[in-house]
């Protein structure tokens, strides 16, 4: 949705930088998440935030962090980049009634 | 660990045979939701499931909620080329506060 937009949409990095991806919303939500796909594996959550001073780790959160900066940012950073973090990553959020979720449209991370 | 899983991983099939995919949870479900990714895109949702048993269609797609709401289906009727894509189905677990998404089913039709 053009509402969850996502910066940049693709990155190549070499391993051991340091690199931030961003997501901003305007659909007012509330909760916001970070999630990693990877061929056959699904969406795997890495990260999530209920509200601004509420931030989670999901399953696979070891290698990220993550700031919420805002109820309308909601930031992805690699420490220290390495290859198998290679993937796409998306954001998403949802509202708190039904907890149906909107997605960017993805950053495509590749770690060299 | 998973606590959604969802079969079949891949499921290839000609145009305008039915498809149909499953999503089995460990647990009760508050609700359950179905995303449709297409190929280079990302998830979109199409349809939340809240009551047991409950059934709902839209055009050739009927998604099912089971009667003690650990289980549903995605059924499509008469496969065309634009179903093509990855169908995720994503569990909110009583409590839980945020709903987990099962594998989900990529689906591949052959014209």
């Known amino acids: 949705d053009a509402d969850v937009t996502q910066t940049p949409r693709n990155r190549i990095t070499k391993t051991g930088k340091r690199i931030m991806l961003e997501c901003s919303q305007t659909k007012g939500h509330d909760r916001m998440y970070w999630y990693r796909q990877d061929p056959g594996l699904g969406l795997r959550l890495i990260y999530y935030?209920?509200?601004?001073?509420?931030?989670n780790k999901g399953e696979i959160s070891d290698g990220y962090s993550v700031s919420r900066q805002a109820q309308a940012k909601f930031s992805l950073s690699l420490e220290s980049a390495i290859p198998n973090q290679t993937a796409l990553y998306f954001c998403?959020?949802?509202?708190?009634?039904?907890?149906?979720?909107?997605f960017g449209p993805g950053t495509r991370l590749t770690v060299l | 660990g998973q606590q959604v899983m969802q079969i079949p991983q891949y499921q290839h099939v000609q145009e305008g045979e039915d498809f149909t995919t499953y999503c089995n949870s460990s647990?009760?479900?508050?609700?359950i939701q179905w995303y449709k990714q297409r190929p280079g895109g990302h998830p979109v949702f199409l349809i939340q499931l809240v009551k047991s048993g409950e059934v709902k269609k839209q055009k050739r797609l009927t998604f099912q909620f089971g009667e003690a709401k650990k289980n549903s289906s995605l059924h499509i009727t008469a496969t065309q080329t634009t179903d093509v894509g990855t169908y995720f189905c994503?569990?909110?677990?009583?409590?839980?506060?945020?709903?987990?998404f099962g594998d989900g089913t990529t689906l591949t039709v052959k014209p």
């Open positions: 647990t009760t479900l508050s609700n």
């Open positions: 994503a569990g909110l677990i009583t409590n839980a506060g945020k709903s987990t």
């Open positions: 935030s209920f509200d601004v001073k509420d931030i």
């Open positions: 998403a959020t949802s509202d708190p009634r039904g907890n149906t979720q909107y």
